[in-house]
């Protein structure tokens, strides 16, 4: 139906003149042009604003150019088709050569970069809610995928053949893959862990190699993270992608902390232990639920060994947590007189049998002293 209908505007217009045709042409695509912007997007906007979703919102933004541009640029294609005899043609020919190709390399342009930003935009606004994972990779291999189809398609408008281009880019990709095998092994290893479900922005990962950190970016090449000493630390897909990663934000973002704490022999463990959880109850970083509890651990050489165990609501609060907690059971017991032990050791000190039998030191000087010649050994 469209092509009879193109069909027939092209016979329609066959019988004008070069200069006529190309006016009313040229006349007929900016009124298009101007009713969409004016009448059709204005129309449309205000339709968008009352549904409350930012979806459509940034579907319609994104298109408004595409949609004028076309309109603007589509009668001027249409004109280079048209197909007379005469003293024109000629003419009619270089009409066409200067400005078929590149019109529809525009339009073609146009639309990529639109439906690039549409898809882009929506991902952005999808991470927002939470709801979904959508990792920046997703967006980046999308608009891989867009350069690539623009591209094909530019080429093919233009007339060149595809075919050798596409065998050199073999032996091209395979050159390239052994030269960057460090970067294409970043990109499919950003690809796995993407799959994988591995981590993706605001989690809180613990590398096997000690790194642990908040993730803040995650790119083709690398991904970043940022420590609690608030360092950045860059560290290669395919690094990730073999390594041991602990997750700590998953599958939920709360955490158990464990704060080992020793009481004396003797001391009365039930009112020992409320005093412990009420502690952990009173401190605000701590969660209620799930409840702290105490758990006596071991019989120690110098106390009973105990672990408070209780839960925050996110990884990055456990070491000041754990602080916290110290402190308040340490005021809390001294409060209560509850001992807190510490090793003590008593040493003691024996004689020997051959320290005892040894004469004094002093006495044994004294008899072997020499006595010198005409003195008085009693003086």
């Not at 270089?94 to 929506?122: G, H, K, T």
């Not at 999308?142 to 350069?147: A, I, P, R, S």
């Not at 981590?199 to 990962?205: A, E, F, M, V």
């Amino acid at each position: 139906m469209t092509l009879s209908l193109l069909d027939a505007l092209l016979e329609s217009l066959a019988g004008y003149g070069l200069v006529e045709r190309t006016i009313l042409v040229l006349v007929v695509s900016l009124a298009a042009a101007l009713v969409l912007e004016f009448v059709v997007l204005r129309l449309a906007r205000r339709f968008v604003k009352s549904t409350g979703s930012a979806f459509d919102d940034i579907v319609l933004a994104e298109l408004r150019w595409p949609l004028v541009v076309t309109a603007a640029l589509g009668g001027v294609y249409v004109l280079t088709q048209v197909q007379t005899t005469g003293p024109t043609v000629v003419a009619e020919d270089e009409l066409a050569a200067f400005f078929q190709q590149p019109v529809a390399s525009v339009i073609v342009l146009v639309w990529a970069y639109a439906l690039n930003s549409i898809v882009n935009r929506s991902v952005e606004e999808v991470d927002k809610t939470g709801k979904y994972d959508f990792a920046p990779i997703f967006s980046n291999v999308w608009t891989l995928v867009v350069l690539l189809g623009a591209g094909f398609l530019v080429l093919t408008i233009w007339g060149i053949a595809i075919t050798p281009l596409l065998g050199a880019a073999g032996i091209a990709g395979i050159a390239v893959g052994f030269a960057a095998k460090d970067t294409v092994a970043n990109f499919f290893g950003g690809l796995a862990l993407y799959f994988d479900d591995t981590y993706k922005i605001g989690d809180y990962i613990v590398l096997d190699t000690g790194d642990a950190g908040t993730v803040v970016r995650v790119g083709i090449r690398s991904t970043t993270l940022l420590t609690r000493d608030e360092v950045m630390v860059t560290v290669p897909n395919s690094v990730l992608n073999s390594a041991s990663i602990t997750n700590e934000s998953a599958p939920q973002r709360r955490r158990r902390i464990r704060v080992p704490l020793g009481v004396a022999y003797g001391t009365d463990l039930d009112a020992f232990e409320d005093l412990a959880v009420d502690v952990a109850l009173d401190e605000s970083l701590t969660l209620d639920s799930p409840k702290p509890r105490m758990r006596l651990r071991e019989f120690g050489d110098s106390a009973l060994e105990y672990e408070l165990l209780c839960w925050v609501s996110t990884p990055v609060k456990r070491a000041k947590a754990i602080h916290r907690l110290n402190k308040g059971l340490y005021d809390a017991m001294n409060d209560a007189n509850v001992e807190i032990p510490f090793p003590q050791r008593d040493v003691h000190v024996r004689p020997t049998a051959a320290a005892s039998s040894a004469p004094d030191s002093r006495d044994s000087a004294t008899a072997d002293a020499p006595v010198a010649d005409g003195g008085d050994a009693e003086r």
